[in-house]
């Protein structure tokens, strides 16, 4: 029975959030299983949350696009299957980011071609030497730490500012309190995989299905504030926001670590303890973009990004750059901001904002040259006051460990299933890489009844537990009444 307000229909699976993991896990759901799958994304004009191509300001073109949310597929997460599988199977073109400069104005110094990739390549012994020395030791500290203590032992001074410098730009050492144990740095350098259409294309392919499959059916608009078990009707109702609510037999909740952790969506019963102490414990990250244009193209063009480490560039802010004309031929450039720095950013004035931007450059490529030219737009996300994010990544925090990816993946019998990128914790944690492969597993702990199998065993020891009691209570019981019946005998000789 269906009407516009309350939904009832057997077998139906709701996917809570329309992000990548949300959308895999739906689409795989429809190829295995012939549940009705449905997706809720709280969103009222796109779904895809932290994968964002910008398409309003920037009309459509071949190239890789403008990202404001993920943009890259790691170089790890290269080399597994499935992701690169699927995005092969699609068709759809891919490049690798390479080629950057270094920029260290401070020093006077620029660094490009191989003697970048000898830097990055440095970068990463100091990055595994520092936290295997970490895990040999057994207590756990901040890669931040780890790494200052590995390069106390550089006797090159100039290697070791132009190593900190770079070391200082990535997001597991701007996270302060970043796990050394639970970081697991690339054995090689290798440089990234970019989807030349954007994203978000891979996003649609997934959506609209292959040939022969129907598109997954998603409703925008539809913010979920409660997740209660109906035990009557064996159910789960989800409430929404705007007055309705659906019923279905399994929920998949593919909602992003902040939003958990703002408790702007409530279960009841309320999950245990551990669920909650494990999205606790999780580090929260900030990142945020900005796409700045000009008249012209006042920057290397043919380089596909600048690292650099200046006074204005450091701790996190505009120390990393993508140049798209290099691939849209457009003077567009993407500036990134990790750390604190990117919540704040969140509540400066777009004039201040490109003042700092234009310092930076000018750091970089020369104050004159970029002062002879003119801002045409600027974008930003707002990922940290988004209300249907909260924060940019979940990240492992000292203390940490994979109990707590161990928590988050596991199902709460028997009908809530989790996806999302901070439930995954192998390659680079909260990735789109892990929120894919959380789809596919969250799909599969559904279609293989995993629920239904843990209640089956839990019956079943539980019948052998009442078993075991009753062969105790009657063997209690005979050997009772033997001795009364001895007992009696002897009372009887006597
Ligand atoms: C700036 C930035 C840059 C990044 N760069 C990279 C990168 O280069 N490479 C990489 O691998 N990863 C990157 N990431 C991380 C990557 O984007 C995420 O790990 C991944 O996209 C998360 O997917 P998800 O499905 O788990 O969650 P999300 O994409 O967050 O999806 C959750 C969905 O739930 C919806 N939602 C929220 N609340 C509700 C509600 N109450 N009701 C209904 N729907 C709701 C949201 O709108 C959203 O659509 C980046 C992230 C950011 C923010």
């Keep these: 029975k269906e009407n516009n307000t309350n939904t009832y229909v057997s077998k139906e699976v709701i996917v809570i959030g329309g992000g990548l993991s949300g959308l895999v896990a739906a689409r795989e759901l429809m190829k295995n299983t012939n549940y009705t799958v449905r997706v809720l994304e709280g969103r009222t004009d796109r779904y895809g949350g932290r994968v964002w191509t910008n398409r309003k300001s920037l009309p459509r073109s071949r190239g890789v696009e403008a990202e404001l949310g993920a943009m890259v597929i790691n170089s790890i997460a290269c080399k597994d299957p499935p992701i690169m599988q699927m995005i092969a199977d699609f068709e759809l073109q891919t490049n690798l980011t390479g080629d950057m400069k270094i920029y260290l104005p401070d020093e006077n110094l620029h660094l490009e071609g191989e003697q970048v990739i000898d830097v990055y390549s440095e970068v990463l012994n100091v990055l595994r030497n520092a936290v295997d020395k970490v895990k040999s030791n057994k207590k756990d500290i901040s890669v931040k730490k780890a790494v200052d203590m590995e390069l106390e032992n550089f006797k090159s001074k100039i290697d070791k500012k132009i190593l900190s410098a770079v070391l200082n730009t990535l997001p597991n050492i701007i996270f302060e309190d970043f796990s050394a144990t639970v970081y697991k740095p690339e054995n090689e350098f290798g440089w990234d995989t970019v989807i030349v259409d954007g994203l978000d294309t891979f996003l649609d392919r997934i959506v609209a299905g ?3 499959e129907l598109p997954l059916k998603i409703e925008l608009g539809k913010v979920v504030h409660q997740i209660k078990l109906d035990p009557k009707r064996q159910k789960v109702v989800v409430r929404i926001k705007d007055g309705t609510q659906r019923y279905a037999d399994a929920i998949i909740v593919a909602l992003p670590v902040g939003v958990f952790k703002s408790k702007s969506v409530l279960f009841e019963p309320p999950l245990p303890k551990n669920w909650y102490q494990a999205i606790n414990n999780l580090g929260l990250g900030y990142s945020n973009k900005i796409i700045i244009g000009f008249d012209t193209a006042f920057w290397p063009v043919d380089t596909g990004s600048f690292t650099v480490s200046s006074k204005t560039a450091k701790d996190g802010f505009l120390q990393l750059w993508t140049n798209l004309y290099r691939y849209v031929k457009k003077p567009l450039l993407v500036g990134n901001i990790f750390g604190n720095q990117a919540s704040q950013l969140e509540n400066m004035a777009d004039d201040v904002i490109k003042e700092k931007a234009l310092i930076v450059l000018g750091e970089m490529f020369g104050n004159d040259v970029v002062r002879r030219n003119n801002i045409t737009v600027l974008i930003r996300s707002n990922w940290s006051t988004d209300p249907m994010i909260k924060g940019s990544f979940s990240y492992p925090k ?6 707590i990816w161990d928590t988050l993946k596991d199902p709460i019998c028997p009908f809530l299933y989790f996806a999302g990128s901070h439930t995954e914790s192998e390659g680079h944690i909260d990735t789109i ?17 995993l629920c239904k199998m843990r209640t089956q065993q839990e019956n079943e020891a539980k019948l052998k537990t009442q078993k075991q009691k009753e062969t105790k209570k009657e063997k209690k019981f005979e050997k009772d009444t033997s001795k009364t019946k001895a007992k009696t005998i002897q009372k009887d000789e006597l």
């Design 433 to 449: 890489h892990g929120a894919f492969k959380s789809g596919l597993r969250a799909a599969y702990q559904v279609s293989s009844g």
């Design 398 to 403: 000292v203390g940490n460990n994979q109990l």
């Design 210 to 212: 292959s040939d022969g």
